[in-house]
């Protein structure tokens, strides 16, 4: 009985190398790519290809072993901005109202 629950355990896993995940988060990136046909050509799990893509959008790398390109900032950043004055000429005239006849 122990022995039918431990089966699953016993299985080796697939080790991928870095630049196969890249390339299949690279197929799974373009626009109207299907995940599902993309993890069965290339033998992976579909689970797995989300789970690369995920990791690939949200911190810029494929693996959690590999460091982060893509840094979170925390804090508001300020953009620069350019204010620019009005004409006056147009801006100095008050709109005249308009006096409707019945």
């Not at 995940?35 to 992976?44: K, P, S, Y």
């Not at 959690?64 to 009005?86: D, G, Q």
Request: aromatic share 6%.
């Amino acid at each position: 009985m122990m022995e039918n629950m431990t089966d699953w355990c016993t299985k080796a896993r697939n080790i991928y190398s870095n630049e196969f995940k890249l390339h299949v988060v690279g197929l799974a990136s373009q626009p109207g790519a299907n995940v599902a046909q993309i993890a069965r050509e290339t033998g992976v799990a579909h689970n797995l290809v989300f789970k690369w893509l995920r990791l690939w959008q949200k911190e810029g790398r494929i693996s959690r072993r590999l460091p982060a390109t893509i840094v979170p900032t925390s804090s508001p950043v300020l953009l620069p901005v350019e204010v620019i004055s009005a004409p006056t000429n147009q801006m100095s005239k008050a709109p005249q109202p308009v006096t409707l006849l019945r």
